[in-house]
């Protein structure tokens, strides 16, 4: 298990657009993808639960892979975080 950490720089937060993109990154990955704050984790490939965790400007979220090729989908995510969120 790989997990990232990241926080949400974007001034608007995870709002539709960006989940979006974000889901869209996350089901390349053939493993399993938790997402969420240490608070609430919930599947990272689901548009809906990644909505509903309300991640804002400043927030720290985390992502954990597990399964094969993690390491590869935890750079690549976190390479994608940097640049769109």
Request: zero cysteines; proline letters at 2%.
């Amino acid at each position: 298990m790989v997990t990232v950490k990241h926080v949400i720089a974007d001034e608007l937060g995870i709002h539709a657009r960006p989940a979006g993109l974000l889901v869209k990154q996350l089901t390349g990955f053939s493993g399993n993808v938790q997402l969420g704050t240490t608070q609430k984790m919930v599947d990272g490939k689901r548009l809906f639960s990644v909505m509903s965790l309300g991640l804002k400007h400043g927030d720290e979220m985390r992502l954990t892979f597990d399964g094969p090729g993690e390491e590869k989908a935890a750079e690549d995510a976190e390479l994608f975080l940097k640049e769109n969120l």
